[in-house]
């Protein structure tokens, strides 16, 4: 297995543009989880999927966040519109329930 | 608040000594997770250790736990200079909760 992919690695956008992440977890793998990581709140959970479903999305910053998992090998994470207070890396990971995360390398994003 | 903290925030030591990082949380848990991170790319799992384990063992890695102190370590025995990384505990209340992580431990193994 490739590993959870994540793309872009990187995506620098002017504020006001939406900004599309995608994320492809391990085949298998029942959990999927969106964190966001930067210097000042380190890892924040944004929201997570059991079996495609959002189980908890308490930690999406505002309604310009929204996330979804049309399948199990496919999810997307979009900001509309974006700020520069958006700039951080986006990381997504999976897991099945019980064992630790695989996580992305994660997309840099970056609003200006 | 993050459920766990590390401890140092930083620590900096010579190729071949021992790195002991600490963890502390606030309420019970399910498991506790570690994971290492370098710099620039995702965050990789390390070891778990479940709630009703005291301690586990994985290659140069020891994890202990201490439920009724709500605290963790993370000894690497022998380090190298490719464990230079930032180290996150992480834990979840239940099974099938989200993970919650700390701040970190920058660890910094000196050649």
Do not use: L, Y
């Given at each position: 297995d490739a590993g959870v992919i994540q793309s872009p690695r990187h995506e620098v956008t002017e504020m006001g543009q939406e900004v599309t992440l995608r994320c492809k977890p391990i085949s298998g793998h029942d959990y999927l989880f969106w964190y966001r990581q930067t210097m000042m709140r380190g890892l924040e959970l944004l929201i997570y999927f059991n079996n495609n479903v959002p189980?908890?999305?308490?930690?999406?910053?505002?309604?310009?966040f929204s996330a979804k998992m049309?399948?199990?090998s496919f999810s997307t994470l979009k900001i509309?519109?974006?700020?520069?207070?958006?700039?951080a890396v986006y990381f997504c990971a999976s897991s099945l329930e019980g064992f630790g995360y695989t996580f992305g390398s994660g997309t840099r994003l970056t609003v200006v | 608040s993050q459920q766990g903290e590390e401890d140092p925030q930083a620590l900096s030591i010579q190729e071949g000594e021992n790195a002991t990082m600490n963890c502390s949380y606030k309420t019970s848990i399910n498991n506790l997770q570690w994971y290492r991170q370098n710099s620039g790319r995702g965050l990789v799992h390390l070891i778990l250790i479940r709630s009703n384990e005291r301690e586990k063992h994985s290659g140069r890695l020891r994890v202990t736990l201490d439920t009724s102190k709500k605290s963790s370590s993370l000894l690497i025995t022998?380090?190298?200079?490719?464990?230079t990384a930032s180290y996150f505990c992480a834990t979840d209340k239940t099974s099938g909760s989200r993970l919650t992580f700390g701040e970190g431990t920058q660890l910094t193994v000196n050649p």
């Open positions: 189980i908890d999305d308490s930690g999406m910053p505002e309604d310009r049309p399948n199990a509309q519109p974006s700020e520069p207070r958006d700039s | 022998a380090s190298r200079a490719a464990d």
